[in-house]
């Protein structure tokens, strides 16, 4: 069992940052791959990035890339997100979650455990 909890979302404007954190219990953390996924009201539940077990592949949808970064620290068992010339267009609960695959790592089926989210709001 994986636990992930999430933290680091509010309220900024258009164009600032914020960066998200996700704490994950257990000793397996360097196990899985991890991903952030975001969903707008209304609308579904979509990727946004995913860093390998090791921490050398990154990936990006296409709306994120160039502004935001994933990375993690396998010793403190957190994943981030750095996030910034943040759009209103970004707002959403963001969640993070963890998969045991090696591929497929954009689609939601492919994880395992998921976080409950946090709320990320950008005002224009």
């Known amino acids: 069992q994986v636990q992930l909890v999430e933290s680091g979302g509010g309220l900024v404007q258009a164009g600032g940052s914020l960066r998200l954190s996700c704490a994950a219990s257990?000793?397996?953390?360097?196990?899985?791959?991890m991903g952030w996924f975001r969903q707008a009201p209304g609308k579904e539940r979509e990727f946004v990035a995913t860093?390998?077990?090791?921490?050398?592949?990154?990936y990006y949808a296409d709306s994120v890339k160039g502004r935001f970064t994933i990375s993690r620290d396998n010793a403190k068992n957190t994943v981030y997100l750095q996030m910034n010339s943040l759009k209103p267009e970004d707002t959403a609960v963001y969640f993070c979650?963890?998969?045991?695959?090696?591929?497929?790592?954009?689609?939601?089926?492919?994880?395992?455990?998921w976080g409950q989210g946090t709320q990320v709001t950008v005002s224009s």
């Open positions: 860093i390998m077990q090791s921490g050398v592949g990154t």
């Open positions: 979650a963890a998969s045991s695959f090696l591929y497929n790592l954009h689609s939601i089926a492919s994880y395992d455990y």
């Open positions: 257990g000793r397996t953390f360097s196990r899985y791959a």
